[in-house]
């Protein structure tokens, strides 16, 4: 199975700030790694396909880069709306595997 | 727009067989490209992929489950099922269903349906 290692496990932010969140798998999966945001008590969300690839509805502060093992979201000027769970996962090859999960939460 | 829904009980006894069903509204599960998954989400942990299925009956299962996991399509339906066997307490937890888009990722996911494993 491939392993992706997602960090941090949570993060303190204020509204306006940029947070930085990284995944790391334990071989490269090309471009296949995919962003979701989880709100409490809701299901994931697709953010970013493709490591880089906004779905239609999500806002351009959002930004997804990375190929091969490493890959980054960057959130910038948090909103209110963005405090939430987000995790990666990679679609390389089956089993799909998702990172731990990091809880971005008010500073 | 696409919509699932999973239907099913809530409360399994330990030993028996989860089952559940996922209703797709608002297209069709027959499009090329589209797999149909199975995820489910401990109490407050992270996600697991348990497997998917493709409309032609084609099935990839997570290695960790494969050997009590079921997952069937029936397109007449627009529907496809999750049957787990033997279940314990460890197998309590959200279990959603989604639209898998091959290997871009889970565009449309159902609410996701708590079951609990308890006598």
């Known amino acids: 199975d491939i392993q992706v290692t997602q960090s941090p496990s949570s993060l303190s932010a204020s509204v306006g700030d940029t947070v930085t969140i990284t995944c790391r798998a334990s071989?490269?999966?090309?471009?296949?790694l995919n962003w979701y945001q989880q709100k409490l008590g809701e299901a994931p969300d697709l953010l970013i396909y493709?490591?880089?690839s906004l779905q239609s509805w999500v806002p351009s502060r959002f930004s997804g880069s990375g190929s091969g093992t490493d890959f980054t979201l960057t959130i910038r000027s948090l909103q209110p709306e963005d405090f939430a769970t987000y995790y990666c996962?990679?679609?390389?090859?089956?089993?799909?595997?998702f990172g731990g999960g990091t809880k971005v939460e008010v500073k | 727009q696409v919509q699932l829904q999973e239907s099913g009980p809530g409360l399994v006894k330990p030993s028996q067989t989860l089952s559940l069903t996922c209703t797709v509204s608002?297209?069709?599960?027959?499009?090329?490209?589209?797999?149909w998954s199975w995820i489910r989400q401990h109490p407050g942990k992270g996600l697991e992929w348990i497997g998917y299925i493709y409309y032609t009956g084609s099935i990839y299962y997570n290695p960790s489950l494969r050997s009590r996991v079921t997952i069937l399509v029936d397109t007449s339906k627009n529907q496809f099922s999750l049957k787990l066997s033997s279940v314990t307490a460890a197998d309590t937890a959200t279990y959603y269903c989604?639209?898998?888009?091959?290997?871009?990722?889970?565009?449309?996911w159902g609410r996701g349906i708590l079951v609990t494993v308890s006598s």
């Open positions: 071989q490269s999966i090309s471009g296949y």
């Open positions: 608002g297209g069709s599960m027959s499009s090329d490209g589209y797999y």
């Open positions: 989604a639209r898998t888009q091959q290997q871009l990722g889970d565009d449309f």
């Open positions: 996962q990679q679609s390389y090859d089956t089993p799909l595997t």
């Open positions: 493709g490591a880089s």
